[in-house]
């Protein structure tokens, strides 16, 4: 994965407070830590660190130019996102070299079709392997083309590019290969599914009876009523 430059500015408010001041002038709270070195409070540009981001996957490799004079080449270690706005409200990210190896959890992509008539369950969407901090990439494959009820795709059938080792147990499970249910099957859920459902529907049809409680105005102090009148 080539890497991109991004700059940065150092970053003097912290808490809660100046981490919103920094998202309101369009730029992203991050710290770059590692190594050993002291952690180093920065700001990146929102847009740009959203489309790096976007395009390389959560593993980009960033040179990042601060402001300062500093130099740093950092791959994110945790994206903190908001779901609603889909913005980045904070990032950590860990200090590398070229031709350090890093430890990372990468995407996992199933590629081809299954045997007809089958469901595929995803026990892993992501795979953790070891690979050089300037290589690192930004998915993995593995083919289920043909794959049959029952079947089991493992860490070990993913395949990985030149220099990625696996760092977990190749008989991990990534996906499950199941038969899809049959019309019988699913006729037969109907009159449980239709249970739990008249249930459901009994619970929300219950009436509670509320009393309304309305408290005296405090000693000195009109109603809202008094007040409007006066």
Known sequence: MSEVKISAEPRTEFGKGGARRTRRAGKVPAVLYGHGEKPKHIALPARE?????????????FAIDVSDGTQALALPKAIQRDPIRDTFEHVDL????????????????????????????HD???????????????????SIEGVQPGAHVTAGDVELPSGVELA?????T?????????AEQ???????????????????GEVTEVTEVTEAPAEGEAGTEGRAEA
Not at 94 to 120: C, F, S, Y
Not at 124 to 142: F, G, I, M, N, Q
């Open 174 to 182: 990534v996906a499950t290969i199941t038969a899809a249910p049959t």
């Open 124 to 142: 892993h969407d992501t795979l953790s392997v070891t690979a050089d901090a300037t290589r690192v990439p930004d998915h993995l494959e593995a």
């Open 49 to 61: 660190f959203a489309a790096a981001i976007r395009k390389g996957g959560a593993n980009q490799l």
């Open 186 to 204: 699913l006729e037969a859920t109907l009159p449980e599914v239709e249970e739990a459902t008249e249930e459901a529907e009994a619970e929300v």
């Open 94 to 121: 860990l200090l590398v070299r070229r031709g350090e190896q890093v430890t990372v959890d990468v995407p996992i992509h199933l590629t081809g079709e299954a045997a007809r008539n089958t469901l595929i369950v």
């Open 168 to 172: 977990v147990d190749p008989e991990l």
